[in-house]
């Protein structure tokens, strides 16, 4: 038996080269662009911003309903939505390619870096046009602060959940700092209970930010599902 | 011809079933979470409120429920979504058993942890309050209305997971409990501004916060019918979910995704599962209704739905008093035990300043709920109370003893005690004392080394300071008053309890000035 018959499959033809200067800036913004979109859609991007649109309508809701009581306690609903952004953010770090993604992912830091910075400004400039024309309590800044340390807990927790399970200690935190609020407490690390213009508070949410978004940029959200196990 | 053995299929053992869902639920994963809010919210909570067990119970329905509610409803909301996360549906579909039973074990896997974290924690409650409290015994219609809530929110989100299985319907569902708590505390809050004013659906929410009156459940029993509202309600709830759960392979469409109306049980499972959603509609409406009756009564100041509500709990709880053998007796709840070695400190000074003048009573004992103390000189026993109603001082039984008594707290009961020893049934009536009493009285109250109080009208405990107002205060400058106190006090002890003799009965008639006073 010999192979002479064996035909070898046709050679597809090598595409040309391509000219050297002009075109090559622009195909490297466009794959860019559709590497940032297909990272942005396998973590439910779209998705997230519907829910982060719905979380800015219930808060416009339950302050154009006056549903929050007076006082310290007009933070309490309002904190709780904020906090719903702030899961929602966290969910999307969850990646359906596991550990495949890793190990051929040369931009994925960038790409975790890029989709949590863009979804946790959208989260607040979602929340805070949500607002617009009604009142909320201690306003944007305290929106801002709740939401990207809130967002850094989501992150951190995503280091040993997982990302679908990320949502559980930003909530856990919320409940806590309900009471706090409650009992008007004035740690810094308390901050939902502070006043917008407490610097310690300012320093612990923004620590707490810049730590879980670093922490999940270099290593991302746990692959391995909590309850896999 | 030979026999072939056909294995017949194993007996479905639903308690092994259950018993590894249990195993594998990821609500394991919340419980330190829990534990931790547990300690710095409730159980903190608890340690500060007065020592009754209706107080401490408070906090299971107004604190613990709310995020166990919240972690319960979003953790059965994730296990809900297992069967699509994990794209096992199609797989599932060829099993023998009917998906319902199947979603079944794994919703109850999920309440059985929730359930079993509550009951842990309010045991912990119980435990903490046996220990401060000195009569009653635990309530527990708190309790099952908070076994009930947890069940009936680990159902909607299961339900919801099992609907939506998406990865942000775990967060979302938990997040819109969340929501929902709060904005059934502030319907409570709103219902409790306008309270005698007639019913309120608020009543409906589980956490209705502290009691308002430190006495609840002690002179009168809290009644059952707003847990009785409570757990129809959200029975209710938990029937619809239950039933939206089994009918929920039947809306799918058959061989796209999901399981066919014959695997999730058959025709007799879709009209029971129907006839629950209906059952259950109705059991909510019916709560509904009924809360929209509720009324909070001027006697007992508890809330009452007439439909529901017993007579029988409008009679006053049968207790022995418990005394001191002192000087000037002092009598109290046992409830309060813990207040009445500081309470009756307090008043001896006070009643020795006046032992043997006209009028003066034979013992104190606490007023019953909120009432006022009967005038000066027409009874023999002080009503004091612990509510700050009536009570110039305005201490009460706000915590703890070892939290609340301190040296203001025991000049308080000082200052009423001798402001009502002067004062007769006008002060009583509008809660200011003329010139010439309050001169006397903190003439007195100077003798045993206590300071003159800000006077305002009787208000309840919390309640921000009114300053003074009235014609018997807008007649007199406060320097007045005090050059005439200062003068009396100056006096010797023989010729102010003479003259206290022979005046005290004018003195609470209002009929002496300010420049009769020695």
């Given at each position: 038996?010999t192979?002479?018959?064996?035909?070898?499959p046709?050679?597809?033809?090598?595409?040309?080269?391509?000219a050297?200067?002009?075109?090559?800036p622009?195909?490297?913004?466009?794959?860019?662009?559709?590497?940032?979109?297909?990272?942005?859609?396998?973590?439910?991007?779209?998705?997230?911003?519907?829910?982060?649109?719905?979380?800015?309508?219930?808060?416009?809701?339950?302050?154009?309903?006056?549903?929050?009581?007076?006082?310290?306690?007009?933070?309490?609903?309002?904190?709780?939505?904020e906090?719903?952004?702030?899961?929602?953010?966290?969910?999307?770090?969850?990646?359906?390619?596991?550990?495949?993604?890793?190990?051929?992912?040369?931009?994925?830091?960038?790409?975790?870096?890029?989709?949590?910075?863009?979804?946790?400004?959208?989260?607040?400039?979602?929340?805070?046009?949500?607002?617009?024309?009604?009142?909320?309590?201690?306003?944007?800044?305290?929106?801002?602060?709740?939401?990207?340390?809130?967002?850094?807990?989501?992150?951190?927790?995503?280091?040993?959940?997982?990302?679908?399970?990320?949502?559980?200690?930003?909530?856990g935190?919320?409940g806590?700092?309900?009471?706090?609020?409650?009992?008007?407490?004035?740690?810094?690390?308390?901050?939902?209970?502070?006043?917008?213009?407490?610097?310690?508070?300012?320093?612990?949410?923004?620590?707490?930010?810049?730590?879980?978004?670093?922490?999940?940029?270099?290593?991302?959200?746990?692959?391995?599902?909590?309850?896999?196990? | 011809?030979?026999?072939?053995?056909?294995?017949?299929?194993?007996?479905?053992?639903?308690?092994?079933?259950?018993?590894?869902?249990?195993?594998?639920?990821p609500?394991?994963?919340?419980?330190?979470?829990?534990?931790?809010?547990?300690?710095?919210?409730?159980y903190?909570?608890?340690?500060?409120?007065?020592?009754?067990?209706?107080?401490?119970?408070?906090?299971?329905?107004?604190?613990?429920?709310?995020?166990?509610?919240?972690?319960?409803?979003?953790?059965?909301?994730?296990a809900?979504?297992?069967?699509?996360?994990r794209?096992?549906?199609?797989?599932?579909?060829?099993?023998?058993?009917?998906?319902?039973?199947?979603?079944?074990?794994v919703?109850?896997?999920?309440?059985f942890?929730?359930?079993?974290?509550?009951?842990?924690?309010?045991?912990?409650?119980?435990?903490?309050?046996?220990?401060?409290?000195?009569?009653?015994?635990?309530?527990?219609?708190?309790?099952?209305?908070?076994?009930?809530?947890?069940?009936?929110?680990?159902?909607?989100?299961?339900?919801?997971?099992?609907?939506?299985?998406?990865?942000?319907?775990?967060?979302?569902?938990?997040?819109?409990?969340?929501?929902?708590?709060?904005?059934?505390?502030?319907?409570?809050?709103?219902?409790?501004?306008?309270?005698?004013?007639?019913?309120?659906?608020?009543?409906?929410?589980?956490?209705q916060?502290?009691?308002?009156?430190?006495?609840?459940g002690?002179?009168?029993?809290?009644?059952?019918?707003?847990?009785?509202?409570?757990?129809?309600?959200?029975?209710?709830?938990?029937?619809?979910?239950?039933?939206?759960?089994?009918?929920?392979?039947?809306?799918?469409v058959?061989?796209?995704?999901?399981?066919?109306?014959?695997?999730?049980?058959?025709?007799?499972?879709?009209?029971?599962a129907?006839?629950?959603?209906?059952?259950?509609?109705?059991?909510?409406?019916?709560?509904?209704?009924?809360?929209?009756?509720?009324?909070?009564?001027?006697?007992?100041g508890?809330?009452?739905?007439?439909?529901?509500?017993?007579?029988?709990?409008?009679?006053?709880?049968?207790?022995?008093?418990?005394?001191?053998?002192?000087?000037?007796?002092?009598?109290?709840?046992?409830?309060?035990?813990?207040?009445?070695?500081?309470?009756?400190?307090?008043?001896?000074?006070?009643?020795?300043?006046?032992?043997?003048?006209?009028?003066?009573?034979?013992?104190?004992?606490?007023?019953?709920?909120?009432?006022?103390?009967?005038?000066?000189?027409?009874?023999?026993?002080?009503?004091?109370?612990?509510?700050?109603?009536?009570?110039?001082?305005?201490?009460?039984?706000?915590?703890?003893?070892?939290?609340?008594?301190?040296?203001?707290?025991?000049?308080?009961?000082?200052?009423?005690?001798?402001?009502?020893?002067?004062?007769?049934?006008?002060?009583?009536?509008?809660?200011?004392?003329?010139?010439?009493?309050?001169?006397?009285?903190?003439?007195?109250?100077?003798?045993?080394?206590?300071?003159?109080?800000?006077?305002?009208?009787?208000?309840?405990?919390?309640?921000?300071?009114?300053?003074?107002?009235?014609?018997?205060?807008?007649?007199?400058?406060a320097?007045?008053?005090?050059?005439?106190?200062?003068?009396?006090g100056?006096?010797?002890?023989?010729?102010?309890?003479?003259?206290?003799?022979?005046?005290?009965?004018?003195?609470?008639?209002?009929?002496?000035?300010?420049?009769?006073?020695?």
């Amino acid at each position: 038996m010999t192979a002479a018959g064996v035909e070898t499959p046709p050679v597809p033809p090598v595409p040309p080269a391509p000219a050297a200067g002009a075109a090559r800036p622009g195909r490297l913004a466009a794959s860019a662009a559709r590497l940032a979109w297909l990272h942005l859609r396998s973590r439910r991007g779209p998705a997230a911003i519907a829910a982060l649109t719905a979380c800015a309508v219930a808060l416009r809701a339950v302050l154009h309903w006056q549903l929050t009581s007076g006082g310290a306690a007009a933070q309490q609903i309002p904190m709780i939505i904020e906090a719903g952004a702030a899961v929602v953010i966290a969910v999307t770090t969850h990646s359906p390619f596991g550990e495949a993604e890793r190990t051929t992912g040369r931009w994925l830091p960038f790409l975790r870096l890029g989709a949590v910075l863009a979804l946790t400004g959208a989260a607040i400039g979602l929340l805070q046009l949500g607002v617009t024309g009604v009142s909320l309590n201690d306003g944007v800044l305290t929106l801002a602060r709740n939401v990207i340390g809130l967002t850094g807990i989501g992150l951190l927790t995503s280091l040993v959940t997982g990302g679908l399970l990320a949502w559980i200690l930003p909530l856990g935190y919320v409940g806590f700092a309900e009471y706090a609020l409650a009992e008007a407490w004035r740690n810094p690390w308390t901050w939902p209970a502070r006043p917008p213009t407490d610097r310690g508070a300012w320093i612990c949410a923004g620590a707490v930010f810049a730590v879980g978004v670093l922490a999940f940029a270099l290593r991302g959200a746990r692959a391995r599902l909590a309850d896999d196990a | 011809m030979t026999a072939v053995a056909v294995a017949r299929p194993a007996r479905f053992r639903p308690a092994r079933a259950l018993r590894l869902e249990i195993k594998h639920s990821p609500v394991a994963w919340t419980l330190p979470v829990l534990a931790v809010i547990f300690y710095l919210d409730t159980y903190r909570t608890a340690t500060g409120l007065p020592p009754t067990w209706a107080y401490h119970a408070s906090v299971i329905t107004g604190h613990m429920l709310t995020y166990i509610c919240v972690f319960g409803a979003g953790l059965a909301a994730w296990a809900g979504t297992r069967e699509g996360r994990r794209k096992t549906g199609d797989l599932l579909a060829t099993t023998a058993r009917a998906a319902w039973t199947r979603k079944a074990t794994v919703l109850a896997a999920t309440a059985f942890w929730m359930v079993l974290a509550f009951l842990a924690e309010t045991a912990v409650i119980y435990v903490q309050t046996a220990g401060q409290t000195t009569w009653g015994g635990p309530p527990l219609w708190p309790v099952a209305v908070g076994v009930v809530c947890t069940i009936t929110a680990c159902a909607i989100g299961f339900t919801a997971g099992t609907l939506f299985p998406g990865r942000f319907t775990a967060p979302i569902i938990a997040v819109a409990v969340f929501v929902l708590e709060f904005v059934g505390f502030k319907a409570v809050d709103d219902t409790y501004d306008f309270r005698f004013s007639g019913g309120s659906y608020a009543v409906l929410t589980p956490g209705q916060g502290l009691p308002h009156l430190v006495e609840a459940g002690v002179f009168y029993r809290i009644p059952p019918d707003v847990s009785i509202a409570q757990l129809i309600f959200m029975g209710g709830l938990l029937l619809v979910a239950a039933g939206l759960l089994a009918l929920s392979p039947a809306a799918r469409v058959p061989g796209v995704r999901g399981l066919s109306l014959a695997a999730a049980g058959g025709r007799a499972l879709a009209v029971l599962a129907a006839a629950a959603v209906a059952g259950g509609v109705a059991a909510s409406a019916t709560a509904y209704s009924l809360a929209g009756t509720a009324q909070q009564s001027s006697l007992t100041g508890n809330w009452e739905i007439p439909a529901l509500h017993d007579a029988a709990s409008d009679r006053p709880v049968p207790y022995t008093p418990v005394c001191t053998s002192a000087a000037f007796p002092v009598c109290i709840h046992p409830a309060f035990d813990g207040y009445l070695d500081a309470v009756s400190a307090a008043l001896q000074p006070a009643a020795a300043e006046v032992a043997g003048l006209p009028g003066t009573p034979v013992r104190a004992e606490l007023a019953v709920d909120d009432a006022l103390p009967a005038a000066a000189g027409t009874t023999s026993v002080y009503g004091y109370s612990g509510t700050g109603a009536g009570s110039i001082g305005g201490s009460w039984f706000g915590g703890p003893p070892g939290e609340v008594i301190n040296a203001i707290w025991t000049q308080g009961y000082q200052q009423s005690f001798l402001f009502w020893f002067v004062s007769g049934p006008a002060q009583n009536a509008s809660g200011n004392p003329d010139p010439a009493q309050q001169a006397v009285a903190d003439a007195l109250l100077a003798k045993i080394g206590a300071p003159a109080p800000d006077l305002a009208p009787p208000q309840k405990a919390g309640g921000p300071p009114v300053s003074q107002s009235g014609p018997a205060g807008a007649q007199a400058s406060a320097a007045q008053i005090a050059a005439a106190a200062s003068r009396f006090g100056s006096l010797s002890p023989a010729a102010r309890r003479a003259w206290l003799t022979t005046h005290v009965a004018a003195l609470r008639s209002g009929a002496i000035t300010l420049a009769q006073i020695p």
